[in-house]
């Protein structure tokens, strides 16, 4: 519809979360997505995970690691926060761990990076790496890189490694926040494993430096080649059930990733060839006024952006806002200057359309594309499907095209994935007739095969920069501030107020902060504060009202939950290549509150 229409501004959640692995790894192995499958957990020797809060985001994860933890299989964490899930696990499904209260322990080595600070962490073990390998050559020793692999498939090594021989212990401590014997720690166990995944979440993508977080997660991999072999490769952990398959079937802005040669033959068309806005675009654009009209196909956009308050107020400028949603949400109570709530029927509900009870399809992290058949029954007859609500409006607005039938793809959803395999038929290929295969049909990996779709055919080191991915200096009273998810929410659907894991009762307006840092600010535990954007661009953002609430976390860096502290990010602090808002360092600083703040 977006593009018969004529634009292909298609924002998305992808924007706000993985878009740094669509852009760094594209660029570095020429996939956007990760090259694992789940039976390389059976496989791999060394786990490293960075940034991902496995015990509340991804639980069902946590039967792997345990299981992979049982083998043996060294688990290496890198987290600002000590997270629950990521120190030990009790399976609700083993009745002796259960009647016990005997726990697994996960990470074998736990180390609490710097918000912000993983590039020299990583550059910290590449060093070690380097180091020893050139050693281990001096003297005809076995060699701690894997040079083969190095020279037949990677480009820009030997200047990746000349940078990682350059850089300074000091630096990489500082920046880090850890010491050279952790990081040699954690470089002994990478250089003895044959097999390591590179597993990661939000702490990598959602900062400036995002982007190069993701590509040095990968040039660790690449030293050993740990890319395209069982038990080995990044592992980015998704979020919605559908976000990466909705890029695989062409949600994008950008034209290059679009089929717009075979759109043309199929559909006799001209695609739009101009690039789309996507999510920080659509946002500046509505506060430019250039952005006139908004349709969101799921989603609470205005509470999962940056900078809350100047985007709601700028939301009323909009002539018309669209809203088609299973539940009701905040971005529903923000009226444009006309206003559609569409219900629509979800996921789990059946959906009967002319041809009888239809199914849909998502594809999952590692790849694999499941049939989906709701049972449900739907929450009101009336309730339309999504596929009817965008073919309806789609007939309304779209030029004529005797090519389109939408009523019989909204009959008949197959006939919806015969256009998709006729799109991308090597993705999809007899795409209805495995629809339902169990564990899902694999789309197939190129970079784990070891064929690299890049600019220069290669799979690409990258040198980095900075060794700071936060994207902002430090200064005397500026803080690093991490807006995170609690146990009880998902994204911005909050369920309840405790945070179980993290031992967080009865409220979000915590300011997770170290004991020390509070002592240096003159705060007390329990005390009311104020957190102020410290972005240098003259606006006033803050949330008053936070309780301070010590807690094991590295110095200069803080907590809160996303969504409430939206309101501090600046639009423009997003990730350079990626345009993912850099949730995840926020520059700001803290002021104590005279008099309570309303509502707490
Ligand atoms: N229950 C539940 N499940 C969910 C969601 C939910 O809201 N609730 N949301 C879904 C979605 S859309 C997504 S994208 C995923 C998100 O899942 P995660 O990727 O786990 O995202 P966050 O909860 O934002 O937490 C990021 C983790 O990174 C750590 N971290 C923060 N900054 C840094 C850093 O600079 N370096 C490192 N190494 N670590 C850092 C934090 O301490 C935290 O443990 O979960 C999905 N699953
Ligand atoms: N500060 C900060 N901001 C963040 C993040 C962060 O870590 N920190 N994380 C970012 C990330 S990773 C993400 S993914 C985004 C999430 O941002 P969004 O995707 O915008 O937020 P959700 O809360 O997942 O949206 C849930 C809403 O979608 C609708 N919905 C649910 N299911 C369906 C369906 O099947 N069909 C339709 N039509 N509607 C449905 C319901 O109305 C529900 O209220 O937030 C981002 N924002
Ligand atoms: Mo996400």
Known sequence: MARLYGCQNLPDSSNMCHESTSVGLKAAIGVPVGTTQLKDFKDCDAIFFFGQNVGSNAPRMLHDLRAARKRGVEIITFNPLKERGLERFTDPQNPIEMATGRET???????????GGDIAAMLGLAKFLVEWDDAARAVGDPQVLDHDFISQHTKDFSAFADATRAADWSDIEHESGLSRSALEQAAEVYARSTAVLGIYGMGLTQHVRGVENVRMLVNLLLMRGNIGKPGAGPTPVRGHSNVQGQRTVGITEKTDLVPVETLKALYGFDPPAEKGLDTIATC?????????????????????????????????????????????????????????????????????????????????????????????????????????????????????????????????????????????????????????????VWKGNKASERIWETQSGKAEFLVPEGLSAAGFDDATGRFRLMTLRSNDQFNTTIYGYDDRFRGVKGTRDVLLIHREDMAAAGLSEGQLVTLESDAGDGMLRQRAGMIVTPYDLPRGCLGAYYPEANVLIPIAHHAQESHVPAAKSVPVRIRADSAPAQGV
């Open 284 to 440: 500046r654009g509505v506060i430019d006024g250039s952005v006139k009209a908004f349709v969101s196909l799921g989603g609470n956009f205005l509470r999962a952006i940056p900078d809350t308050e100047r985007m709601e107020a700028a939301w009323s400028g909009l002539d018309l806002s669209v809203q088609i949603a299973t539940k009701l949400n905040r971005s529903h109570l923000v009226p444009a200057r006309m206003t559609y709530l569409l219900p629509c029927l979800g996921r789990i509900e059946e959906d009967m359309q002319e041809s009888g009870a239809q199914a849909v399809s998502t594809e999952d992290s590692t790849s694999c594309i499941h049939g989906s058949r709701g049972k449900a029954k739907p929450a009101s007859p009336h309730l339309l499907s999504e596929p009817r609500i965008v073919a309806e409006i789609a007939k309304r607005i779209c030029p004529p095209n005797d090519r389109i039938d939408w009523n019989g793809w909204v009959a008949d959803y197959s006939r919806i994935r015969d256009a998709i395999e006729a799109t991308y038929p090597d993705v999809f290929k007899d795409y209805n007739e495995r629809l339902f295969t169990p564990g899902g």
């Open 105 to 115: 322990s996960i990470s074998t080595q736990y180390h609490q990076v710097k918000a």
